[in-house]
């Protein structure tokens, strides 16, 4: 059984972007936290969208931003996030030369930190660095699009990671994303996972405040 109440974070690049307001509102009401997917085209062959989006939710967010930058040189652009108040930025392992030092800066700036490997990477090359980390992103699919395949792996990587995060006794907590649906939100809390990202799941269903719920529950 879960121990812990999970945190229920939609990914806003499957809102309706020509009624942003809209879904900035379902979220408000019947989620935890507003997942960003930053993508720039080189570190993942997808561009998403970029500030004037992420000031434009944050305008009207009610719940805390987890920003997930898909970007290289991730280093350079920490204290803009933090000026248009991101609670939680994250970015990949393999998108800096200098992991540790940005997830020290990450926190300098008031912001919560997290690190966020693909599915092809060990979860061990995270080790070194969970003391600095708050939470670690777990891909469920491989970052760049949303809308793709859960990959059932993602099971085995949560329950080992989540292991080594006891054995260490860190209050670091885990996040899935990528495929998550009421389908396999369960198994994923048992599995020691307490943040689920969901984007087709919840704003490409007829009714997303019942996805949303039927995830928590
Ligand atoms: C993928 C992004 C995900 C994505 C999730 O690169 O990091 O956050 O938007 O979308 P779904 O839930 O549709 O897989
Ligand atoms: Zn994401």
């Known amino acids: 059984m879960p121990t812990v109440n999970p945190l229920i ?14 879904d900035v509102e379902l979220v408000n009401e ?16 997808n561009i998403s969208y970029g500030f004037p989006v992420v000031e434009a939710i944050a ?14 040189q991730p280093e350079k652009y920490i204290e803009r996030f933090a000026r248009l108040g991101v609670s939680m930025l ?10 540790a030092q940005a997830l020290l800066h990450i926190r300098e700036a008031g912001m919560k930190a997290g ?10 090359s995270l080790y070194p660095y969970l003391h ?10 491989y970052a760049g699009f949303g809308g793709q395949k859960f990959i059932e792996d993602t099971f085995d990587r949560i329950r080992t990671l989540k292991a080594e995060i006891e054995r260490q006794s860190l209050p670091v907590k ?8 009421p389908a396999n939100a369960k198994a994923l809390l048992e599995a020691g996972a307490e943040i689920l990202v969901a984007g087709s799941a919840v704003f490409k269903a007829e009714d997303p405040a019942s996805v949303m719920n039927a995830m928590r529950n």
Do not use: Q, W
């Not at 019947?30 to 062959?45: K, R």
């Open 9 to 22: 974070a939609p990914s806003m690049l499957a809102a309706d972007f020509l009624h942003l307001a809209k």
């Open 132 to 141: 600095l980390c708050d939470y670690i992103i777990l891909m469920s699919v």
């Open 90 to 99: 994250s970015f990949h392992l393999n998108a800096t030369d200098k992991p």
């Open 30 to 45: 019947h989620a935890d936290l507003f997942h960003l997917d930053i993508m720039d085209g080189v570190f993942v062959p």
């Open 174 to 181: 885990i996040e899935v994303d990528g495929g998550v649906s």
């Open 115 to 124: 690190l966020v490997i693909n599915p092809d990477m060990p979860v061990e």
């Open 59 to 72: 305008s009207a967010a009610r719940k805390p931003l987890d920003v997930h930058l898909m970007i290289v």
